[in-house]
Nanobody, 119 residues
Framework: QVQLVESGGGLVQAGGSLRLSCAAS????????MGWYRQAPGKQRELVAA???????NYADSVKGRFTILGDNAKSTVSLQMNSLKPEDTGVYYC?????????????WGQGTQVTVSS
């Protein structure tokens, strides 16, 4: 099993920056991709950014050019650098680890960390 522990988040003014970090432990060798999702009040959880074990990245259109996902395989961590934050970036951010094997796909979620961007 994989366990995820998130850190970072908080309150920031629009235009500011924050950095989220997620540390994975347990069966980390089985992780195929890690990413960050967010959920705003009254909205569905959505993908923000993801990175595969090979280093390929994927971003939501709304964050391209502002957010950067970084993976450190040696430390089993993934970070999300968020710049030029906007009020619409507010939400609970969740770290995700995806494992894919012959039996299917398995998601592990962190506990979530609140990001609030004030206007």
């Amino acid at each position: 099993q994989v366990q995820l522990v998130e850190s970072g988040g908080g309150l920031v003014q629009a235009g500011g920056s924050l950095r989220l970090s997620c540390a994975a432990s347990g069966s980390i060798f089985s992780i195929d991709a890690m990413g960050w999702y967010r959920q705003a009040p009254g909205k569905q959880r959505e993908l923000v950014a993801a990175i595969t074990s090979g280093g390929s990245t994927n971003y939501a259109d709304s964050v391209k050019g502002r957010f950067t996902i970084l993976g450190d395989n040696a430390k089993s961590t993934v970070s999300l650098q968020m710049n030029s934050l906007k009020p619409e970036d507010t939400g609970v951010y969740y770290c995700n680890a995806l494992e894919v094997d012959g039996t299917g796909e398995y998601d592990t979620w962190g506990q979530g960390t609140q990001v609030t961007v004030s206007s």
